[in-house]
C-alpha cells in the first residue's frame, strides 16, 4: 500500500539484466524463477523477507549498493542460484516513507545513489546477454528519463534552476565510480562473518519473450 494505505502502490514485479523493472504486473511470474533466466521476479525490499542460511550462501546484499536495484540484484542470484522467490498476494505493507537528506517531498535532491547503482548493476549483470553499445544506450535512456522529470520539476517551481548543473555533475561522477567499482569483484558475505567470496561463477542465460 501507499504512505497514505488508500492507493496500491505495488503488487509484483520482474526484472531483466540491464535492471528495467516492470512493477506494474498484476500476478507473479514463477514461468521466470529459474536460473539464468534473462527475466526474473523479485520483491520490493519494502516487503520481503529472505531465509538467513539462503542470503548466507548466495552473498547476501552486495555491499556496492546504497540503495535502488539492491534488492532487485539479490534476487536476481537467488533465482540463479536455482531458489524460488515466492511473490505472495496476501503479504501487503503500508509503506511509508521518512524524512531523508536525499529528497524533499516527491523531489530528488541527490540522484547520485540511484544513478550508481543503475550503471552498475548494468554492467555487472548485462555483459554476458547484452553488448557494450546496449548497455550504453540504456544509460542514456536512464539518464534522459531522469532529465525529463528534472525539467519538470523546474518548470513547476518544484526545484530551483541549479539542480539541473548539479545532476549533470553528479551523473559524471556517479558514471566513473560505477565503471571502476564494476571492475572490481563483489563485496559479498559468506559463512564465515566478514568474509568475502569470489565473485561468481556465471551460468547460461536464456532469454524468454
Known amino acids: 500500500m501507499d504512505g497514505e494505505g488508500v492507493g496500491v502502490q505495488y503488487e509484483y514485479a520482474c526484472s531483466d539484466r540491464l ?21 526474473f521476479p523479485y ?16 552473498g547476501g546484499f552486495d555491499e556496492a549498493f546504497a540503495y535502488y536495484l539492491d534488492e532487485t540484484e539479490l534476487c536476481l542470484r537467488v533465482n540463479d542460484a536455482g531458489y ?12 511509508k ?18 544513478l550508481k547503482s543503475k550503471l552498475y548493476f548494468s554492467l555487472r549483470h548485462g555483459k554476458k546477454v547484452h553488448s557494450g553499445r546496449e548497455i550504453e ?17 523546474i518548470r513547476k517551481g518544484w526545484a530551483e534552476a541549479s539542480q539541473w548543473e548539479e545532476f549533470e555533475r553528479r551523473v559524471q ?33 536464456h532469454s524468454l519473450p
Not at 528495467?20 to 527475466?39: H, I, K, M, T, V
Request: glycine letters at 8%.
Open 19 to 39: 535492471g528495467r523493472s516492470d512493477w506494474n504486473l498484476r500476478r507473479p511470474c514463477p514461468q521466470f524463477n529459474y536460473p539464468g533466466s534473462y527475466r
Open 43 to 58: 520483491l520490493q525490499g519494502t516487503n520481503a523477507a529472505f531465509r538467513r542460511e539462503l542470503l548466507l550462501r548466495v
Open 84 to 95: 524460488v522467490i515466492r511473490q505472495l498476494s496476501g503479504a501487503k505493507v503500508r509503506h
Open 97 to 114: 516513507m521518512a524524512a531523508s537528506g536525499l529528497r524533499e517531498g516527491r523531489v530528488i535532491l541527490d540522484h547520485s545513489p540511484i
Open 137 to 153: 544506450k540504456e544509460w542514456k535512456r536512464f539518464v534522459g528519463e531522469h532529465q525529463a522529470v528534472i525539467s519538470m520539476w
Open 173 to 205: 561522477v556517479s558514471e566513473t565510480w560505477a565503471r571502476q567499482r564494476a571492475g572490481l569483484p563483489p563485496v559479498l558475505l559468506g559463512w564465515e562473518e566478514g568474509k568475502v567470496l569470489p565473485q561468481m561463477e556465471w551460468v547460461s542465460f
